[in-house]
């Protein structure tokens, strides 16, 4: 009914994500003179609490296996609820690149709380404010995670881990043969993000991100100050189009290079010969001032009749969602007031876009 198979796993990675943060915590026991007579590191499980208290009621004999399991930290998830304040349209849409695919269109996650419940069992007071002074000063009272919720789009996230609050109990009464156990509980939500299916359908690739910057955040009577473009440039030859060719070889010193026909040659712009890039400063004739070794490529020798080609929007066109690239930026002063309109591309007043 609903759709295709799918599981991210990404409630049990929150889980186990929480779990993490505690698999270092570490008491010590010190003697009259201050010393340090022992180290423990405290184990930690995943399991409800009763389990460990039920396994020392039933065996209380001191001289049991049972004492060396305390001191002891165990947690579980205790529910998952909705969280509407996070809630966004349920069409919206952002894009991710899937291994495999390329550019995907993923649906936005459903945000969801899970409540998670850290229990801790010591013998001693003592060992227990040990513990906890470990713990609270990192939840103010939130401590931000970070946890790689979907593998296959490499979505990561920081997940806000939120101290609800401690309570605490102290199992004291009774005989000489009863062990005592002190108990505090630390209750947790952490707000995660929950995926669905992720499409094998390929999305469009951005080609361009384009920002307005205005005088203030009241739009309607704010200045549009300035603008602000970029676009990706391409750092290499997709099309092999051999605009020109070397009319002399050139080595890896050479900063001057003579070419058969410099036409469509353009000044600032960049050309490639063999796996080298240039950049073009100057343009005399046939003579073409260059800087070598652009975008990390290496500086080489090029012999005569090597094939020159150019760097341009058929190029650009060409890119594929894996390759490395360049940006080409642009800035624009504006006062004018406007605002683009991206449902029809193009600027307008702002009383005729409110319309």
Do not use: C
């Not at 165990?74 to 919206?92: L, P």
């Amino acid at each position: 009914m609903f759709g295709k198979y799918a599981y991210n796993e990404i409630i049990k990675r929150t889980i186990v994500a929480f779990g993490t943060l505690f698999n270092n915590i570490q008491i010590r026991h010190k003697d009259g003179s201050d010393n340090d007579i022992s180290l423990i590191k405290v184990p930690i499980a995943y399991g409800p609490i009763q389990k460990f208290l039920a396994r020392l009621d039933e065996k209380p004999d001191p001289r049991n296996r049972v004492a060396i399991t305390l001191p002891r930290m165990a947690f579980e998830m205790t529910s998952i609820q909705y969280d509407a304040s996070r809630k966004v349209s349920t069409i919206q849409t952002f894009q991710a690149n899937k291994s495999g695919t390329g550019p995907v269109q993923v649906y936005m996650p459903a945000p969801y709380n899970i409540g998670i419940q850290l229990s801790i069992i010591t013998k001693y007071q003592d060992d227990m404010l040990q513990i906890i002074e470990q713990i609270l000063p990192y939840f103010q009272p939130q401590f931000n995670v970070t946890v790689d919720l979907v593998n296959s789009i490499g979505e990561k996230r920081d997940i806000p881990i939120i101290l609800d609050g401690i309570s605490m109990s102290d199992d004291y009464e009774g005989d000489y043969s009863t062990r005592r156990s002190l108990v505090y509980t630390l209750n947790f939500t952490a707000k995660t993000a929950i995926f669905g299916a992720i499409s094998d359908t390929k999305g469009p690739i951005i080609k361009k991100v384009q920002v307005d910057y205005y005088t203030n955040t009241e739009r309607a009577n704010a200045s549009r100050q300035l603008r602000y473009t970029v676009e990706p440039r391409p750092i290499k030859d997709y099309n092999n189009d051999a605009t020109t060719v070397l009319t002399r070889a050139v080595d890896e010193s050479d900063v001057q290079i003579l070419v058969a026909d410099s036409t469509s040659l353009v000044v600032e712009k960049y050309i490639m010969i063999n796996d080298e890039e240039m950049l073009i400063k100057a343009i005399n004739g046939n003579t073409v001032d260059v800087v070598r070794g652009q975008d990390r490529t290496i500086k080489a020798v090029h012999e005569e009749g090597d094939a020159i080609n150019i760097i341009n929007d058929a190029d650009k066109e060409l890119i594929q969602y894996n390759d490395e690239f360049g940006f080409d930026e642009e800035y624009f002063d504006f006062g004018d007031g406007r605002v683009f309109s991206s449902r029809k591309g193009v600027d307008l007043w702002w009383m005729i876009l409110m319309q």
